[in-house]
């Protein structure tokens, strides 16, 4: 869908730019539109090679462990019916702790696995729309909840953000912190409190 949504602007801009006679800006726009974003993939991959090696070092030395150990009430309060040692509950957490240290790249992966590792845990349940050769299915109430919490990404150190703000030129590109901060927060807060609204209903 997202392409078809890209290439329709593509087309309206091209369309538009010959019509009102910019047809030579818009192609020096999408040429230093291109150039630009190479830059900041480049960039990008600078500050992902130097999170994701801090994260690696922080799980080599115990750290996300004692984390994931540390959020293990949360998790209980969040997802009460997925048992204690089932591996969704590890993917889970490594995918919360990822989002709250702002590396939204090593996050993925986790959040990949922890729903395979939900659709799993629907087939021992015995959910006839997960041991079948069902295409379409509905999604559990943990796969909610967690999408849930994974959108509203509450975040110590929006790394995203400063790295943007610093490629094009910001006189302070940590200012965004304590904005965000505070902004995840309250989205947490709303989505802690929305899914356990739902999940009584």
């Given amino acids: 869908m997202l392409n078809y949504i890209w290439a329709i602007m593509i087309i309206i801009g091209v369309i538009y730019g010959a019509l009102t006679g910019n047809i030579k800006a818009v192609s020096n726009a999408a040429l230093n539109s291109a150039g630009e974003a190479v830059s900041l993939c480049i960039t990008m991959m600078g500050v992902m090679s130097l999170w994701v090696g801090l994260m690696q070092i922080a799980q080599t030395s115990g750290l996300i462990?004692?984390?994931?150990?540390?959020?293990?009430?949360?998790?209980?309060?969040?997802?009460?019916?997925?048992p204690k040692e089932h591996a969704a509950r590890e993917y889970i957490s490594t995918n919360?702790?990822?989002?709250?240290?702002?590396?939204?790249?090593?996050?993925?992966?986790?959040?990949l696995k922890a729903m395979e590792a939900l659709a799993q845990l629907e087939?021992?349940?015995g959910n006839p729309e997960y041991t079948g050769d069902k295409k379409i299915r509905s999604a559990s109430r943990?796969?909610?909840t967690f999408l849930i919490l994974n959108i509203s990404s509450l975040q110590l150190i929006p790394v995203n953000m400063i790295v943007y703000r610093s490629q094009y030129g910001s006189a302070n590109p940590t200012a965004v912190i304590a904005p965000a901060l505070v902004?995840?927060?309250?989205?947490?807060?709303?989505?802690?409190?929305?899914?356990?609204?739902m999940d009584k209903k």
């Avoid at 462990?65 to 997925?82: A, V």
């Fill in 96 to 111: 919360i702790i990822a989002n709250v240290l702002g590396l939204g790249w090593a996050c993925t992966p986790a959040g």
């Fill in 142 to 144: 943990e796969m909610c």
């Fill in 123 to 125: 087939r021992e349940r």
């Fill in 183 to 197: 902004a995840t927060c309250l989205s947490t807060v709303a989505a802690v409190i929305y899914c356990k609204i």
């Fill in 65 to 82: 462990r004692k984390m994931t150990d540390g959020i293990q009430p949360f998790m209980s309060f969040m997802f009460p019916r997925i």
